[in-house]
């Protein structure tokens, strides 16, 4: 079955940076693209971005363009975002979701990684 | 960029119909799908491609897209239908994918 397993909360400082990782498993994963989603505490849904299947050709949000980095491991089947210069106001769960191959929606989605940003 | 309005609330009766609006131009151009999620999990797709269900949704769960408005319909509503739903599109202009700002359904 597939499974997307995300990594443990982290607490982080201003201006820091953090990398979270979603290991896939049960299907191919050179095929699918995977996404980014955050949610901050008590509001909706924030697409961040996304990554082809080979790993070469990402697209970002235009909000986190400057400072958000997705990359993929193959030999590991983990994909990884990373957002640097934190800030108070990217204290968020961040979910790693799965493109539906040939649909532009999400079939499958990590557990989340809580990352609270605190001085 | 593509903006997706929904209302922040609706209330329902146990039984009852709700129906949760997602507005945007032209909306009836675009595939939209549907997200239920309850607190402290990720979300679940409930409908896509404007009125489809994946397998293990109940019947109850429908959908339709017309003009600037798509519309998610909860037949005979169920105390566990009570969560945040979320409409979601892909907006080919940009390349990106964009969330409505959720609606949390509460069965009376």
């Known amino acids: 079955q597939v499974q997307l397993a995300q990594s443990g909360a982290e607490v982080k400082k201003p201006g820091a940076s953090v990398k979270v990782s979603c290991k896939a498993s049960?299907?191919?994963?050179?095929?699918?693209?995977m996404h980014w989603v955050r949610q901050a505490p008590g509001q909706g849904l924030e697409w961040m971005g996304k990554?082809?299947?080979?790993?070469?050709?990402?697209t970002y949000a235009q909000k986190f363009q400057d400072r958000i980095t997705m990359t993929r491991d193959t030999s590991t089947s983990t994909v990884y975002m990373e957002l640097s210069s934190l800030r108070s106001e990217d204290t968020a769960v961040y979910f790693c979701a799965r493109k539906r191959d040939g649909y532009n929606l999400f079939d499958y989605w990590g557990q989340g990684t809580l990352v609270t940003v605190s001085s | 960029s593509y903006v997706l309005t929904q209302p922040p609330s609706v209330s329902v009766a146990p039984g009852q119909t709700a129906r949760i609006t997602c507005g945007g131009y032209?909306?009836?151009?675009?595939?939209v799908h549907w997200y239920q999620q309850k607190p402290g999990q990720a979300p679940v797709l409930v409908v896509y491609d404007d009125s489809d269900r994946p397998s293990g949704i109940p019947e109850r769960f429908s959908g339709s897209n017309s003009g600037n408005t798509a519309t998610l319909t909860i037949s005979r509503v169920e105390a566990g239908d009570e969560a945040d739903y979320y409409c979601q599109v892909w907006d080919s202009s940009s390349d990106h994918v964009v969330f409505g700002g959720g609606t949390k359904l509460t069965v009376l």
């Open positions: 032209n909306i009836r151009s675009k595939s």
């Open positions: 049960g299907y191919t994963f050179t095929t699918y693209y």
């Open positions: 990554i082809n299947p080979s790993g070469d050709i990402t």
